[in-house]
């Protein structure tokens, strides 16, 4: 299960500020480590000073809102956000990196800066987006797999199922249908056999698994299609282009996220 050790890329700002808390949580409900990032520039002088200062601000806000909880603070050195916490992470052994969306983007929608896209396209950790102005819940109300039947979803419906009973939480497959074209008998029966895989890989209480068909004229139409309740958590598998152990969304992937409306967490493929 992702989360036993999470690194939080933190900048000042809004963006930060929210990476910071939704890791606060992820951490809160697997009991894992926490480490706060802050990548800065190798050729300014002064970078180094600032970057101290931004995670002084880091750590009183993880004092504020969370005193009982410990967190390292790292200065990172990089020439870009994203290759300097996927580059911490490898040499620390983190399995998660959150970050939040970039200033600009839609309230309560998932953006993505340059650190995001690099991210989502080379990181070989497990890469979680916090969207814009989000606050999480006290407590996750369920996991949610976006599925489409391929190898790389079967490994995440494990992945998911486990973790959604080592969280005590349902879990839930949805499947887009977008359009007209989209065979709703076929994708209602790969959901049924999701749902039987996902129970017998993890020892899910068959009330605990539910699958839904979202259905829509597009990607946001059909995620809108279905019930986002809050503390909700959007899982979604890298694409079949990916390399072993490496995250790579596709497309339709990536429009799926862009539209969520909760955290997305995207796992690499072969995650285990």
């Not at 000073?49 to 806000?61: I, M, P, S, T």
């Not at 152990?245 to 796992?267: N, Y």
């Amino acid at each position: 299960m992702i989360g036993q050790h999470v690194l939080a890329g933190y900048a000042a700002g809004a963006g930060g500020r929210e990476a910071l808390r939704l890791a606060r949580a992820v951490v809160a409900h697997t009991g894992g480590r926490l480490t706060v990032v802050h990548v800065h520039p190798p050729d300014r002088p002064a970078a180094a000073g600032e970057a101290l200062a931004v995670l002084k601000q880091a750590e009183e806000l993880l004092a504020e809102t969370a005193p009982e909880l410990s967190a390292d603070f790292v200065a990172q050195e990089a020439r870009g956000v994203g290759r300097g916490l996927s580059t911490l992470a490898s040499r620390s052994g983190a399995d998660l990196i959150v970050i939040g969306s970039p200033e600009g983007g839609a309230h309560g929608r998932v953006a993505i800066g340059a650190p995001g896209d690099m991210l989502l396209h080379a990181s070989h950790e497990a890469v979680m987006l916090a969207p814009a102005g989000y606050d999480p819940p006290e407590r996750l109300s369920r996991i949610t797999l976006s599925y489409v039947r391929r190898p790389q979803a079967d490994e995440a419906v494990e992945r998911t199922a486990q973790a959604a009973l080592a969280l005590d939480v349902p879990l839930r497959l949805i499947t887009l249908a977008v359009g007209d074209d989209e065979p709703r008998g076929r994708l209602r029966d790969d959901l049924a056999l999701a749902i039987r895989y996902a129970q017998e890989s993890s020892g899910l209480p068959a009330d605990q698994v539910t699958a839904e068909l979202a259905e829509g004229d597009d990607v946001a139409d059909a995620l809108a299609d279905v019930a986002w309740p809050e503390g909700e958590l959007l899982v979604l598998a890298s694409s079949e282009d990916a390399s072993a152990h490496q995250v790579f969304l596709g497309e339709m992937a990536l429009k799926v996220l862009r539209a969520a409306t909760s955290p997305v967490a995207v796992l690499p493929r072969g995650y285990s």
